[in-house]
């Protein structure tokens, strides 16, 4: 599609701007590492083609915006999904999005992957007024300094460690909670280019369990296939594929559920702490609103839930997929671009009673 050279208040950056915009995001770590280290992994490694934005009076308004947001967009639209950054200090920033009508159809149904609360409050209290933005929570959590002196189990003798192959793609992508936004080719990139890590049987080459390094820096998509769980695996992943983003020269962190007590647990042992808030929204402007999914079906957003409707409780569940006889399951163990929104009738009671076995894992796999 045809790339948009300049907006109402924004401006595309040439790559050879790229290294100085990274210095300028690293006075406001940590606030700034997701989005900083997208640009540090596009620049080192190619992982995606994004376009990056920054505001006319950058770096006096130090707001920043890439598209697309994700990997699979509507219509293969990569202006409907975007990340932005902008320093919690000086927040007043983002209103500039207010009437940035040329990169942004307000129009259209928009997703942000998980941002910084502050920045996504102030959204809201423009977007409030023209639509409803639809919220999942995830708290960041970084790795400074890993705990090297954690000692593990050693793995089974009919089981082994090591990176991932090209075969393992599918599989992975198939199973990943979150592959209505991410797609199948990016994948076979990260598994080609960036450090991923399985566990496999020795006997049958079974891969067991999983971890992969993002394209903006995270390290995501963990999960243990049942007949695997409580043997460690879980957090003998997270160590050592920490260890090899550190290598790297990248700054580990992960999203957690804040209600996920397991892989928070799991993350601190191995020396990651808190940084900040960020949620994942999906936009709908009213002007949408009676229309329902199937309004853009054939696209990323296909299997997106519909808004809730007045009296509906918006609450998050996690996605139960369709069971193949003779196909084992994974359960996502790491919290981490795992959750979507449903409209769901239930209470707050029944929701917690029906949560799906992708909420486990972590707690059982120490």
Same mark, same amino acid.
């Given at each position: 599609?045809?790339?948009?050279? *300049?907006?109402?208040?924004?401006? #595309? ?17 940590? *606030?700034?590492?997701? !989005? ?13 083609? !994004? ?15 890439? !598209? ?22 000086? +927040? ?21 992957? !998980? ?47 090591? #990176? ?13 909670? @979150? ?9 076979? +990139? ?16 079974? #891969? ?29 992943? @997270? ?16 999203? +957690? ?83 979507? @929104? ?25």
């Amino acid at each position: 599609m045809e790339i948009i050279p *300049e907006g109402r208040h924004f401006r #595309l950056v040439h790559e050879s701007e790229l290294p100085e915009i990274l210095v300028t995001l690293e006075r406001y770590l940590p *606030e700034s590492l997701k !989005f900083h280290q997208t640009i540090k992994t596009y620049l080192n490694d190619r992982i995606w083609d !994004f376009k990056f934005y920054v505001a006319k009076d950058w770096p006096e308004k130090p707001i920043i915006l890439h !598209f697309p947001g994700c990997t699979l967009t509507p219509h293969n639209n990569i202006y409907q999904t975007f990340g932005i950054f902008c320093p919690s200090a000086q +927040i007043e920033y983002v209103d500039l999005m207010r009437t940035e009508d040329v990169l942004i159809d307000w129009r259209k149904p928009l997703y942000l992957n !998980f941002t910084h609360i502050a920045i996504m409050n102030r959204l809201d209290e423009f977007y409030s007024k023209m639509g409803v933005m639809e919220r999942l929570s995830g708290d960041i959590y970084v790795c400074n300094k890993l705990n090297t002196d954690l000692e593990l189990e050693p793995l089974p003798d009919d089981a082994e460690m090591r #990176l991932l192959t090209l075969e393992n793609v599918q599989g992975i992508h198939d199973l990943y909670p @979150a592959n209505e936004i991410e797609s199948v080719k990016l994948f076979d +990139i990260l598994v080609r280019v960036l450090p991923g890590l399985g566990i496999y049987r020795k006997d049958t080459n079974e #891969l067991a369990a999983w971890m992969v390094h993002s394209y903006y820096g995270a390290m995501f998509s963990m999960q243990t296939r049942p007949d695997y769980r409580r043997m460690g695996y879980g957090i003998r992943l @997270a160590k050592s594929l920490t260890q090899l983003v550190i290598e790297r020269g990248y700054t580990p962190f992960v999203v +957690i559920r804040p209600q996920n007590d397991a892989s928070r647990n799991l993350y601190t042992k191995l020396g990651y702490v808190k940084a900040y808030e960020t949620c994942r929204v999906r936009m709908t402007p009213d002007c949408y609103k009676d229309s329902t999914v199937g309004t853009i079906a054939n696209t990323s957003f296909a299997k997106f839930p519909p808004l809730p409707q007045d009296g509906d409780e918006l609450c998050v569940v996690l996605p139960v997929r369709k069971h193949i006889p003779g196909e084992s399951q994974a359960v996502d163990d790491e919290g981490i671009e795992d959750m979507l @929104a449903e409209k769901c009738d239930i209470s707050n009671d029944e929701a917690r009673e029906r949560k799906t076995t992708t909420d486990e894992g972590i707690g059982e796999d120490k």
